[in-house]
């Protein structure tokens, strides 16, 4: 989801004007805003990962072919490209505020969403299910159809719910793929692995409340991104300790979907004692 709610945007101009167009005749609301432009820009990265994942990695392991520091690169480099889809997630509804909103940037969003952290992940959960054992192939296939219908669901109800400013309902889905991916780059036992990846799942459709990254938080949100590209890279290059970075990069990706919640439930707890002074102070007066 985008750091700044594309949908409570308003269109640039009024209906009137959209429906009437402009000199060149293109109706307004068929018009691009550059904030259209990076949300697009997020499809394209979710559309190259899942090119990244077959033909680096499902290829290569369906014909025997290829050496593991290939296919280490490329499994580096679709992550990287799901890393991307997040920023360009994370700045396209900041420009949609800053400059103009285009009247399609809410369905645009959601749609290169659904690509990037619905499919991508999901898309990745079942590539290392058949790279893992045949035998995994049907759990890792359900549990990618897991992941991909908890981004559904969670976007069609970002989309009709309303939620208190600040905070996200359930955990952002760009923050639940890059917690699944992780999860599968920590080579952990494949029970574990799997009962991780639904319990992501079920957090993105819970109603445990995420603050959205706005201000402090969005650039801290951008510095983790960033390292956890610099992490990628030094894996897929296989530089002393990348493979340590990587895992404990992963980990970290780990006790952060767990933790940040918690800042969300601290504030509420705070603001119900809040209410209730203010509530016992007018009964006293």
């Known amino acids: 989801m985008t750091a700044i709610d594309r949908k409570s945007q308003g269109s640039w101009t009024d209906v009137a004007e959209e429906d009437e167009g402009d000199d060149d005749g293109m109706p307004l609301s068929m018009r691009l805003s550059i904030a259209d432009t990076l949300t697009l820009s997020n499809a394209t ?6 090119y990244f994942t077959t033909t680096g990695i499902l290829i290569p392991h369906l014909t025997n072919s290829g050496d593991a520091g290939v296919v280490r690169n490329n499994a580096a480099t679709a992550v990287l490209l799901m890393l991307l889809a997040s920023v360009f997630d994370l700045f396209d509804g900041l420009v949609a505020r800053k400059l103009r909103a285009s009247p399609m940037g809410a369905e645009l969003d959601n749609l290169s969403d659904l690509i990037s952290f619905g499919l991508a992940p999901a898309y990745f959960v079942l590539v290392w299910g058949m790279v893992v054992g045949d035998v995994h192939e049907p759990l890792s296939a359900l549990a990618a159809i897991v992941v991909l219908l908890a981004v559904v669901l969670r976007l069609a109800r970002f989309s009709c719910v309303t939620m208190p400013d600040g905070v996200f309902q359930g955990m ?6 890059l917690t699944v991916v ?7 036992p494949f029970t574990p692995t799997l009962l991780a990846i639904v319990g992501v799942a079920w957090l993105m459709v819970s109603r445990v ?5 706005r201000g402090p938080l969005a650039v801290a949100m951008l510095a983790w991104i960033v390292l956890s590209m610099t992490l990628l890279t030094a894996w897929a290059f296989d530089a002393p300790g990348g493979l340590l970075m990587l895992q404990t990069g992963c980990s970290l990706q780990l006790v952060l979907g767990a933790v940040i919640p918690l800042f969300a439930m601290v504030r509420r707890v705070y603001a119900f004692r809040d209410n209730r002074r203010e509530a016992r102070a007018g009964a006293e007066s």
């Not at 992780?182 to 952990?188: G, K």
Request: aromatic content about 12%.
């Open 172 to 177: 952002p889905s760009p923050f639940g793929a």
């Open 45 to 50: 990265c979710g559309f190259l990962a899942v």
């Open 182 to 188: 992780s999860i599968v780059l920590l080579e952990l």
């Open 209 to 213: 409340e995420y603050p959205k990254p």
